[in-house]
């Protein structure tokens, strides 16, 4: 019998685990301007995701529109990490919302993004068993042309799956600015720098037992 890879969470604990950068190290392609976290780089083995139906059936044409390209984002990432698609929130490590991200301020500046991933560091039980994994919001807005559209869906499905940081190469999928022609492929670079952090030691994907719960405490609601 197949096991099943995204077992629906029945109990989970927000940590106090954040990003931060590392330190300096020559590294390859733009892997040491990734974050990581005290615990290790945010990463799985495998990753289960969940994608924001649409509000109809049959979808609407814009919800289709976003359907197609954030799948087709999905598609190109699951070439380089293993990834199964789920039908609920509960079962996944990664959730995409078709969602304009709220502004907010850089450098004294109010700002509007296409897109938008958060990281919060978990303990969640499922099939009786505790581990520590990451767990992903991605907003991708809807408003937006269909090549822009994947282009931020791949970037942000790119923080998600553990490259917590910028490339400085407009033509890589990280870069912090995009150039005329979106990136729809991952580069070269990306490639490298994904699969230096997938190396990475990490305690994300163990198995917690009380003797190595993380010190930190629960967040409060
Ligand atoms: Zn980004």
């Known amino acids: 019998m197949q096991p099943d890879l995204c ?14 950068s590392q330190a ?14 005290s615990l290790g780089p945010p990463v799985l083995k495998h990753w289960c995701v969940w994608l924001q139906p649409a509000d109809a059936s049959p979808p609407n044409r814009w919800d289709q529109r976003w359907l197609k390209a954030v799948s087709s984002a999905l598609t190109t990432w699951g070439a380089l990490v293993p990834l199964t698609r789920v039908d609920s929130p509960e079962q996944a490590n990664v959730m ?12 004294g500046v109010w700002r509007a993004s296409n897109g938008r991933t958060q990281l919060q560091v978990v303990d969640v039980q499922r099939q009786s068993r ?3 994994e990451p767990q992903v919001k991605v ?5 937006l042309r269909a090549e822009a559209l994947q282009a931020t ?7 998600a799956f553990g490259l917590w940081g910028h490339s400085s190469v407009p033509t890589d999928v990280l870069a912090i600015s995009q150039g005329e022609s979106p990136v729809l492929v991952p580069s070269e670079r990306d490639r490298l720098t994904l699969a230096w952090v997938m190396q990475q ?21």
Request: charged share 20%; no cysteine; proline share 12%.
């Open 139 to 143: 907003m991708v807005s809807p408003g």
């Open 24 to 37: 300096p190290a020559q590294r390859p392609g733009y892997a040491s301007s990734i974050a990581t976290t």
């Open 130 to 132: 505790r581990r520590l």
């Open 153 to 159: 869906a791949l970037h942000e499905l790119g923080h």
């Open 96 to 107: 995409i919302w078709r969602q304009q991200p709220a502004r907010r301020q850089v450098a």
């Open 201 to 221: 030691t990490t305690r994300f994907g163990s198995t917690i037992r009380p003797s190595i719960e993380p010190a930190e405490s629960a967040l409060p609601e």
């Open 7 to 20: 077992p629906p969470q029945q109990q989970l604990r927000t940590l106090k685990v954040a990003l931060e």
